[in-house]
């Protein structure tokens, strides 16, 4: 059971960290429109997660037709409706991320991710009637004290942090609550969904189709390690872990995020916005301190 609990978090742990080093390739193709960058990013996603589905994954595929065959028209219909949503609200993250790193500050693009498990927690407990300990409504509170010290800068940052933020909270209650159907598999239908959105965008707006090989380099690196492997582990690890325990996983990705801008785009960082990354940190330990504790208690 411990061995368990220690893989789905794991699993939670490891795409925050990836997504938090993701402004280095998009800042080195900050040249490209956001929604060029978007458009490139889903549309060869798709080509690879499908690839490899069927190549490697036709049983699970054949598993997933055999279940949604069995279920009710119903069921049918909401889980139909739970995956275009999905789909709109990753479409919708993916395009105010890249935008904010890009076009308004990394401290936008960081902060989204200290508001997005707040909502998702709140969300996670409203929606799926998920509890909060006392320990857990805690260490909420030192987050949201940890955000206030931050948002004392730009309005501007702030509502397109929330938005993004947003995007993400909903997208992941929703993965929360769609059961039965193979993750990867599943990954491949939203990334289907969302090229078929933004393919009218696409053929309307699109520029001359781009030939730099630096690029496609960064639009591949984008694909594979930021967008398909940290989705995949993300919807593992919903299977063994409440959406508010890996909401709060989320304040990893602006830690990260944060040493990116300070140590590699050696942004300057005043000392109340230090406090309040350490601040965030603190609030993670203490909500996931059973966690913690269950796999100290393992490795003894």
Request: glycine share 4%.
């Amino acid at each position: 059971m411990a061995s368990s609990k220690t893989k789905y978090f794991l699993a939670g742990i490891v795409p925050y960290i990836i997504w938090g080093t993701m402004s280095i390739p998009l800042r080195n193709i900050k040249g490209f429109l956001p929604q060029e960058i978007l458009y490139y990013r889903i549309f060869v996603s798709i080509v690879m997660v499908w690839t490899t589905i069927l190549l490697f994954r036709r049983t699970a595929l054949r598993n997933d037709f055999t279940f949604l065959a069995s279920l009710s028209k119903s069921k049918k219909i909401q889980i139909s409706l739970l995956t275009l949503l999905s789909a709109f609200l990753i479409t919708g993250n993916w395009f105010t991320y890249i935008y904010a790193v890009n076009s308004v500050s990394l401290k936008a693009a960081a902060f989204a991710y200290m508001v997005c498990p707040l909502l998702t927690a709140l969300c996670g407990f409203l929606i799926l009637k998920e509890q909060l300990t006392k320990t857990k409504i805690v260490a909420l509170l030192i987050a949201f004290i940890s955000i206030l010290l931050l948002a004392t800068g730009s309005l501007h940052e702030v509502l397109w942090a929330v938005l993004i933020a947003s995007f993400y909270a909903i997208y992941v209650i929703v993965l929360k609550v769609i059961q039965g159907v193979d993750k990867f598999n599943f990954l491949g239908v939203q990334l289907i969904l969302s090229g078929l959105m933004i393919l009218p965008l696409y053929v309307s707006h699109a520029n001359a189709f781009p030939v730099d090989p630096f690029f496609w380099s960064h639009i591949f690196l984008i694909a594979i390690v930021f967008t398909i492997i940290p989705l995949f582990l993300n919807s593992y690890a919903l299977l063994g872990m409440p959406s508010s325990a890996l909401g709060i996983l989320i304040y990893l990705n602006p830690i990260v995020a944060f040493a990116v801008a300070f140590f590699y785009f050696k942004e300057k960082i005043d000392i109340h916005q230090l406090f309040a990354y350490l601040l965030l940190l603190f609030s993670i330990v203490i909500f996931n301190a059973q966690l913690l504790k269950n796999l100290v208690y393992k490795k003894q």
